[in-house]
């Protein structure tokens, strides 16, 4: 659903792939390890970037925005963006940050608004969803 979400935004000019993430979210231009990444990289699982985040230091009350701060804050480099993939779903959680940030609206909201009511879904999005049950299972 983040994906869609994404696609959706890019559609209505909201960003676009080859946008740098520090360009979107200026707070995280002092972090070296988020240089050169671009909403493409985060969709494709190409960003490089370890996030040093164990499961179990997860806390079910963060929002979406707290994981993606934490995230930002321990990225580590381990290859150059575009260059190898590397599987992360919290490349995602940053996009759905970034959505969250550049429209002023939850994620839960964004997806019935854009994605959701426009297919004609009969889907309940939970307001109140943290970053814990997006990543599980979104």
Wanted: charged share 20%; net charge negative; hydrophobic share 50%.
């Amino acid at each position: 659903l983040t994906l869609l979400l994404a696609l959706r935004m890019m559609e209505d000019s909201a960003f676009a792939l080859d946008d740098p993430v520090v360009t979107l979210n200026p707070d995280w231009r002092g972090i070296p390890a988020w240089d050169g990444v671009c909403v493409r990289h985060l969709l494709a699982h190409t960003h490089g970037l370890d996030f040093a985040l164990s499961v179990s230091a997860l806390d079910a009350s963060w929002s979406i925005g707290d994981l993606a701060r934490k995230c930002a804050s321990s990225a580590k480099r381990l290859f150059a963006p575009g260059t190898m993939y590397g599987y992360s779903m919290i490349g995602h959680t940053v996009i759905a940050h970034l959505c969250e940030r550049i429209l002023g609206d939850s994620f839960a909201c964004l997806l019935r608004r854009h994605v959701i009511d426009p297919l004609g879904i009969d889907l309940r999005v939970d307001a109140e969803a943290n970053a814990l049950n997006s990543v599980l299972h979104g």
